[in-house]
């Protein structure tokens, strides 16, 4: 490149984290138009097509674009979100929302989930416009709100109203990922699959009553613990789908780890002995997983609570179906299904792309020309993002970014809605060459 992209691209990314986009779930926060708004000044000055979308006050997204010349050429959308999940900053070392540059990394809330391939992206589309570059195909990018939260005021509702705005041929989103060092040169994760989500409610009832008395009460609290005890050691039995055999024999693991991966007798004893993030990834991926995670009840401390309600994060795999779930649930609770209430609150079942396509093969030469002796291997996130709209009205979606090698996956794995995240400037300064020059190659 002419120009080094590592110094607007950094600036960008401070200022994302700065404005606070915190999603908490509520359609009240998010407030994700301070980054849209941040955007539009970066991107109206090369003159780009801009539109910005606001379903709900505050809950903006920003749609740019370079209009290709050949209508039969592909459409290629760069898609990023703007929001960022909760931090607490009594457990980091630095304000998560500070945006410090120290020892050249960015240290903040959404430093790699995922505002730096979000600021990426729009510096590349935006020297791509200074340039007057006018592909044969379609260049976008999209900036939505509200991807940590489902999606309901960002891509979902995007998809649902503006289909023919965003939609394209080929999508390209989170999540990136540090390079796997191998002796034959570094294997570079492109995600072309997720889980699923199924979150649930579960509403325990009990009988009100004086606390000081508690002896064969029906006491809410009790039954709801242990719900909750139930909920957290249910182990369905591991599955061995498709988008993980992929992963692993694309990997380069050694031989007698990658048999115990790809066996379901195995994998569950081998989770025990990998490393943290290894053994959660491998864990995630090969089983349908249960969180308990939030829980409400009680009305003042010397009442009995005659009810309580906690929240389930269900993480599905490939081809379950709400069905299934609903009847893992009820293995899970035993006995207590019956006394207790189970409400879906999502359903959305995993999805996924082939790898076998024009774009799969471009990203494969411009990694390798980047990351020289890099292979592309195809693999699956356990999380939710928002390819799964994408994929659902007909696009392929990939998640990718060209991260360096300053952090190890287990540092990576472990910042992800965690404490102390921050990316070096060297994986910007990647991520924004390989989407230049990825929409040059692949778009003409």
Same mark, same amino acid.
């Not at 998010?30 to 539009?40: C, P, T, Y």
């Not at 490393?275 to 997983?289: I, S, Y």
């Not at 207790?340 to 774009?359: F, M, N, Q, R």
């Not at 699956?380 to 799964?388: C, I, K, L, N």
């Given at each position: 490149?002419?120009?080094?992209?590592?110094?607007?691209?950094?600036?960008?990314?401070?200022?994302?984290?700065?404005?606070?986009?915190?999603?908490?779930?509520?359609?009240?926060?998010?407030?994700?138009?301070?980054?849209?708004?941040?955007?539009?000044?970066?991107?109206?000055?090369?003159?780009?097509?801009?539109?910005?979308?606001?379903?709900?006050?505050?809950?903006?997204?920003?749609?740019?674009?370079?209009?290709?010349?050949?209508?039969?050429?592909?459409?290629?959308?760069?898609?990023?979100?703007?929001?960022?999940?909760?931090?607490?900053?009594?457990?980091?070392?630095?304000? +998560?929302?500070?945006?410090?540059?120290?020892?050249? &990394?960015? %240290?903040? *809330? =959404? $430093?790699?989930?995922?505002?730096? !391939?979000?600021?990426?992206?729009?510096?590349?589309?935006?020297?791509?416009?200074?340039?007057?570059?006018?592909?044969?195909?379609?260049?976008?990018?999209?900036?939505?709100?509200?991807?940590?939260?489902?999606?309901?005021?960002?891509?979902?509702?995007?998809?649902?109203?503006?289909?023919?705005?965003?939609?394209?041929?080929?999508?390209?989103?989170?999540?990136?990922?540090?390079?796997?060092?191998?002796?034959?040169?570094?294997?570079?994760?492109?995600?072309?699959?997720?889980?699923?989500?199924?979150?649930?409610?579960?509403?325990?009832?009990?009988?009100?009553?004086?606390?000081?008395?508690?002896?064969?009460?029906?006491?809410?609290?009790?039954?709801?613990?242990?719900?909750?005890?139930?909920?957290?050691?249910?182990? +369905?039995?591991?599955?061995?789908?498709?988008?993980? &055999?992929? %992963?692993? *024999? =694309? $990997?380069?693991?050694?031989?007698? !780890?990658?048999?115990?991966?790809?066996?379901?007798?195995?994998?569950?004893?081998?989770?025990?002995?990998?490393?943290?993030?290894?053994?959660?990834?491998?864990?995630?991926?090969?089983?349908?997983?249960?969180?308990?995670?939030?829980?409400?009840?009680?009305?003042?401390?010397?009442?009995?609570?005659?009810?309580?309600?906690?929240?389930?994060?269900?993480?599905?795999?490939?081809?379950?179906?709400?069905?299934?779930?609903?009847?893992?649930?009820?293995?899970?609770?035993?006995?207590?299904?019956?006394?207790?209430?189970?409400?879906?609150?999502?359903?959305?079942?995993?999805?996924?792309?082939?790898?076998?396509?024009?774009?799969?093969?471009?990203?494969?030469?411009?990694?390798?020309?980047?990351?020289?002796?890099?292979?592309?291997?195809?693999?699956?996130?356990?999380?939710?993002?928002?390819?799964?709209?994408?994929?659902?009205?007909?696009?392929?979606?990939?998640?990718?970014?060209?991260?360096?090698?300053?952090?190890?996956?287990?540092?990576?794995?472990?910042?992800?809605?965690?404490?102390?995240?921050?990316?070096?400037?060297?994986?910007?300064?990647?991520?924004?060459?390989?989407?230049?020059?990825?929409?040059?190659?692949?778009?003409?």
């Amino acid at each position: 490149m002419a120009d080094d992209p590592t110094g607007e691209v950094t600036d960008l990314l401070q200022g994302l984290i700065r404005n606070r986009c915190v999603n908490d779930g509520s359609d009240a926060s998010g407030h994700e138009r301070r980054n849209a708004d941040l955007l539009v000044d970066l991107l109206e000055g090369p003159g780009l097509d801009l539109v910005t979308y606001e379903p709900a006050p505050g809950r903006a997204s920003v749609l740019a674009r370079i209009e290709g010349s050949d209508p039969a050429a592909p459409s290629l959308l760069l898609l990023g979100h703007t929001d960022v999940v909760p931090a607490n900053p009594d457990r980091w070392q630095r304000d +998560p929302f500070g945006a410090e540059l120290v020892d050249g &990394e960015v %240290w903040g *809330r =959404g $430093a790699v989930d995922m505002l730096n !391939l979000t600021a990426s992206m729009a510096v590349a589309v935006c020297h791509l416009a200074r340039r007057g570059w006018r592909p044969k195909g379609t260049l976008s990018l999209l900036a939505v709100a509200d991807e940590e939260a489902l999606g309901a005021h960002g891509a979902g509702w995007l998809t649902a109203h503006e289909r023919d705005a965003v939609g394209a041929d080929y999508v390209i989103t989170e999540p990136g990922s540090v390079p796997i060092p191998r002796a034959d040169g570094a294997r570079l994760p492109v995600t072309i699959a997720e889980k699923g989500s199924y979150w649930c409610r579960i509403v325990v009832g009990g009988t009100s009553g004086h606390a000081s008395q508690p002896h064969r009460s029906d006491n809410a609290v009790v039954t709801a613990a242990e719900v909750v005890r139930r909920i957290a050691r249910y182990r +369905p039995e591991a599955r061995i789908h498709q988008a993980w &055999e992929r %992963w692993v *024999r =694309g $990997a380069g693991f050694e031989e007698d !780890l990658a048999t115990g991966l790809l066996d379901p007798a195995a994998i569950d004893g081998l989770c025990e002995t990998l490393p943290v993030a290894q053994a959660r990834l491998a864990h995630a991926c090969t089983h349908t997983t249960f969180a308990p995670t939030m829980i409400d009840g009680g009305v003042k401390t010397n009442v009995i609570p005659d009810r309580v309600t906690m929240e389930v994060d269900i993480r599905t795999l490939p081809g379950d179906c709400a069905g299934e779930v609903s009847a893992m649930v009820d293995d899970a609770l035993g006995d207590l299904a019956g006394r207790v209430t189970v409400e879906a609150i999502a359903d959305d079942p995993s999805t996924s792309s082939p790898a076998d396509t024009p774009l799969w093969d471009e990203l494969a030469r411009v990694s390798q020309r980047l990351v020289p002796g890099s292979k592309v291997v195809p693999s699956m996130t356990v999380g939710a993002t928002d390819a799964r709209f994408f994929r659902r009205i007909g696009a392929t979606a990939y998640g990718f970014g060209l991260l360096g090698d300053r952090v190890t996956f287990e540092q990576y794995a472990a910042m992800f809605h965690g404490d102390d995240e921050r990316v070096d400037q060297t994986s910007l300064r990647l991520s924004t060459e390989c989407w230049i020059e990825l929409a040059e190659r692949f778009l003409g």
